[in-house]
């Protein structure tokens, strides 16, 4: 049975900080892992979708790579602001009809 | 386009009525799925579709829970009779079909007395 973890589950850092999320899986056999970002009270944003053939992607400020084999992807912010602060999810797609396996979220806070 | 719409934003109702809540996905959109979040559970698929016709209702708890989506443009997620456990963030998120990024409504916040 897939199992996502997400470590640490809060986080706070000042303004300006480069900062990493973990995310780690129990089983390899993985259709894609994507990042996604919640603001309090609201939906989710999707951020980046990383394929099981690719090892990274980027967009912006944000860095999401994926080592398969180890069960782990990172979601690296460069130069974060108070804009960051919110909670931000991993979601493991098995390819077993589409569904979602999700991590309970890193809650960030950037201070300015 | 407006994303995906979900009506109400937010619900409060006594234990035993009925709660419907709506959906409209991003047109063009094959895919529609239900979820529900929970502090202590996190977010849970309840059930998903494709092309309007239910692929995987494996989350949904209970019989006091049903879905339909009849037509592309409009689904519901029904709660009958509603308990106070039910209270809970439920969104819909749609997916184009080829790709596998989903797109998130606002959420219906459930309150259960």
């Known amino acids: 049975k897939q199992e996502v973890t997400q470590i640490p589950a809060a986080l706070s850092v000042p303004e300006g900080e480069n900062l990493v999320l973990n995310c780690s899986f129990t089983d390899s056999a993985i259709y894609n892992l994507q990042w996604f970002r919640q603001d309090p009270g609201k939906g989710l944003t999707s951020l980046l979708l990383?394929?099981?053939s690719q090892r990274e992607q980027t967009s912006g400020r944000l860095n999401a790579s994926l080592d398969k084999s180890s069960g782990r992807s990172t979601l690296y912010i460069a130069a974060s602001q108070p804009g960051d602060s919110a909670t931000y999810l991993c979601a493991v797609d098995a390819g077993n009809n589409r569904k979602l396996i999700w991590g309970l979220g890193t809650s960030l806070a950037v201070n300015p | 386009d407006a994303g995906v719409i979900q009506s109400p934003r937010h619900e409060v109702t006594e234990m035993g009525q009925e709660v419907t809540l709506r959906c409209k996905p991003i047109s063009g959109h094959n895919s529609l799925f239900w979820y529900r979040q929970t502090m202590m559970r996190g977010l849970e698929l309840l059930i998903y579709f494709n092309n309007n016709v239910p692929i995987d209702d494996s989350g949904m708890p209970e019989d006091r829970f049903s879905a339909k989506m009849p037509n592309a443009s409009f689904s519901t997620l029904k709660i009958q009779p509603s308990e106070p456990r039910d209270s809970a963030v439920y969104f819909c998120a749609s997916s184009p079909q080829t790709v596998g990024e989903q797109y998130f409504g606002p959420g219906t916040r459930l309150t259960v007395t």
């Open positions: 990383i394929q099981s």
